[in-house]
């Protein structure tokens, strides 16, 4: 008896492995057929409705004492990809080489048809801190001779050229004229507020916000992903009184507005959509959105490189279609 048990174990165990191994492969395939639809389901969240620029009621921007006078904007960057750390570290640049070369031509091309300047503040690098920090340093040397200041990392790429600043600022702020508009237009992701894409009004209190965050050298971190910079403006927007928050801060309801990140599948991008639907929902980039933030990717160019040929395919095709079928017949 024992001895037929014995040899009749391993026996069984061999005629089970196959569907062992075929519910492993099957599991695996259909967990990867469950990553592909949410890939494309998000990519298409603004087919499926999602409004990224709701109401983008005008925004005048002239202030009632000025007459008509029109937003003087700058849309200020970095590239880091030239930057030491200044003491030897090694800095985020492997992520950011060649970054600036791909998506430069974008910004300007899109500056340039706005009317707005474009400013690549690479000289302004403070070498004793990671150059995350500079941003600090480039929105404060170009807030004196414009209105607006638009605070775009340089792993940004403009994917919506139609949309302006003017429409995504009257989107947040609403019908305000300069001198009561708030001073700083934020986003949130899953983590919170994002230090990479934002806008600042010319205002003493900005000014004052700017050397605040500047100082917090406390937050100053060395050689990991992290700089310390998010951090420090996180701090110091949950350490503003609630008045002063109500006043001088708007944080953007929908993420998409004007910081859209990539969905791709990983461990952290599936946990966080499983977690944080909503926030995931309110930030993942998808067609028509004015601008997607490669944030927390390592192949920036690839990914920067691969998004500009998808716009201009996509250019392509609607100058192809137009001509086809002329949207007005005479
Ligand atoms: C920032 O630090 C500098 C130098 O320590 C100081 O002079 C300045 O008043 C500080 N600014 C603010 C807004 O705290
Ligand atoms: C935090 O808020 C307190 C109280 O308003 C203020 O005294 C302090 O200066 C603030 N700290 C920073 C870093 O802004």
Redesign the pocket.
Known sequence: MAHRRVRAQPLSLLRRRPSVLLLALFSSLLFLAFLHICASVLRRANDLGRRCLANPSVFSGISTSAMTRTLKIAMVSLSLEEISDGVGRPTRRRSFRGVMAAVGGNKRAYAARMGYDFVDAHDLVDPGRPPSWSKIVAVRSQLPSHDWVFWNDADTVVTNPDISLENILGAVIGQADFETSPDLVVTEDVNGINAGVFFVRRSKWSENFLE?WWN?TSFVQFGSTKSGDNDALKY?IR?L?SHELRSHVRISPMQCLFNSYPWYPSWKSVHQLIFSSGAVWRGVYSRGDFMVHLAGLDDKKEWADRIIQELEAQRRDYVYLTRQRPLYTP
């Open positions: 605040t917090l110091l350490n009184s």
